[in-house]
């Protein structure tokens, strides 16, 4: 295959045909700079180190059985990095404007006949400069692309460059071992459930986190083919989610927030005093600002659960420039009708321990690598059925402990918002940056029409478990 033609892998395939009449698959940001910068400096900048990465000067070119990655001849850097002034509504502040353009960018389709991203420089947003990132998921996931937009920072890193003579990659390779792998062997295993059980769906698993290196022996063998099947019957039996008034049919009109960022090391003071990791704070501070929403709506969560899709990555960071998506995920059951912030956390604490055990993620990645060998009604349905159980997706990036500087100016805030599938209507966006760690939350209009009154309830959780994480007794290191 000449070098200006690549095959797109079987998963970044499934992310290009998600896209539907309410929800596309863009992973949309928003970079608040100060001060702000010139249009021709961030050109200039996009220009010298975002277009080394072949991926962005790339079109996609679908055909009857994926797509390709082909090198775009008419490609103008104009049409990717735009200059536009903010429009605000009367009465409309600067932060609700901004909002709304970024609720509106995320409903509008990236033009199919170029590269699949943009810029949109806004100037004189709070005495700086707003940038708003929009990106199809097929590029890559949020691991890949926090990773790649860190490069183009000053100082930034540029991407490792391949050797001519080196054996070029063949991203469908990944499809094709994962689908013999894995998926065959589940196929026959909803016909013969017990017949493929041993050593088949057992190696299989092994060689997805270690192709090259067999199974050392039939009693581990028989160990991870017994969680594999759990791990099966577990995702196919999910019940469907608990109804609230973010469950339903969405209308395809976003609306997103944000919150101001948390201080990094109160989180850590409460996850020490309570014997629970960061992640865990702040999934229970989600769920509790999710149930008392719901409970301020007339909708009591008492007693009800909701389940998230949260992503988990599958490959060492070091290759995230490599690009493309390496990601499966786990359903996580979130705690909305706990009140007690407390009891909220240790149930967390639990669910995502059982998680950390579980192959559903590896699964879950199977499943996109060979949905991307379907065509497209069959690929809906069988992605819908995560859709149906789920209310939300929710991530959580880790991004870089000390601000950066970008064309000159101060990177103060870094927000984005991630991609829903099928109906789902929510999206819950944790990113640490620079000492903090803030929320994004985006929505669809119809379920939830004002999510700022989700994000506003953050702070208040957070700040009910740091008063009793400091009342609780402490013992010195």
């Not at 090391?265 to 704070?281: E, P, R, Y």
Request: include cysteine; charge should be neutral; charged fraction near 20%.
């Amino acid at each position: 295959m000449p070098e200006a033609m690549q095959r797109m892998s079987r998963v970044d395939t499934a992310w290009l045909r998600m896209d539907n009449d309410v929800n596309l698959m863009m992973i949309v940001g928003v970079w608040l700079l100060q001060p702000g910068i010139a249009h021709a400096v961030l050109c200039e900048r996009i220009e010298a180190k975002l277009l080394q990465y072949e991926r962005f000067r790339q079109k996609v070119v679908p055909d009857a059985i994926g797509a390709n990655w082909v090198t775009d001849d008419d490609f103008d850097i104009r049409r990717h990095v735009l200059h536009e002034k903010l429009q605000r509504a009367p009465g409309q502040s600067e932060r609700e404007a901004l909002q709304a353009r970024v609720g509106e960018l995320a409903n509008t389709p990236l033009d199919p006949d170029h590269p699949l991203w943009q810029f949109h420089l806004i100037d004189g947003y709070e005495g700086g400069s707003a940038l708003i990132v929009r990106a199809h998921h097929c590029i890559g996931d949020g691991i890949a692309l926090i990773s790649v937009m860190m490069t183009i920072t000053d100082g930034g890193i540029d991407p490792p460059r391949r050797k001519k003579r080196e054996r070029p990659e063949v991203p469908v390779s990944e499809g094709d071992w994962l689908s013999d792998a894995v998926m065959k062997p589940l196929t026959e295993l909803a016909t013969k459930a017990i017949g493929m059980y041993g050593g088949g769906v057992a190696k299989s698993i092994e060689m997805l986190s270690n192709p090259q290196q067999g199974l050392a022996g039939s009693l581990e063998m028989a160990h991870t083919g017994a969680k594999v099947l759990g791990d099966v019957a577990a995702m196919a039996l999910m019940a469907d989610d608990s109804p609230t008034l973010l469950k339903g049919k969405p209308i395809g009109q976003k609306v997103v927030a944000w919150s101001e960022p948390l201080p990094l090391d109160q989180v850590k003071v409460i996850g020490k005093a309570l014997g629970c990791s960061i992640n865990d704070v702040l999934l229970a501070c989600a769920a509790g600002a999710i149930g008392a929403y719901l409970r301020d709506q007339g909708d009591d969560p008492a007693g009800k659960e909701i389940r998230a899709m949260v992503p988990v990555n599958l490959r060492p960071i070091e290759q995230a420039w490599k690009l493309g998506n390496r990601f499966g995920l786990a359903p996580l059951t979130l705690p909305i009708g706990i009140d007690n912030p407390i009891e909220r956390v240790v149930a967390v604490r639990a669910r995502m321990n059982q998680l950390k055990d579980s192959y559903q993620p590896l699964l879950a990645f199977a499943v996109l690598a060979v949905a991307g060998l379907l065509i497209k009604p069959v690929q809906d349905g069988l992605l819908g059925l995560f859709a149906k159980k789920a209310t939300a997706v929710m991530t959580n990036v880790p991004g870089p402990a000390v601000p950066l500087k970008f064309c000159g100016a101060t990177l103060r805030q870094t927000l984005f918002w991630v991609p829903a599938s099928g109906d789902i209507g929510v999206g819950v966006s944790i990113l640490s940056y620079g000492g903090g760690v803030q929320f994004g939350l985006i929505t669809d209009k119809k379920l939830c029409p004002h999510p700022q009154a989700i994000i506003d309830r953050f702070e208040p959780e957070f700040e009910k478990l740091l008063l009793l994480a400091m009342m609780l007794p402490w013992q010195a290191d």
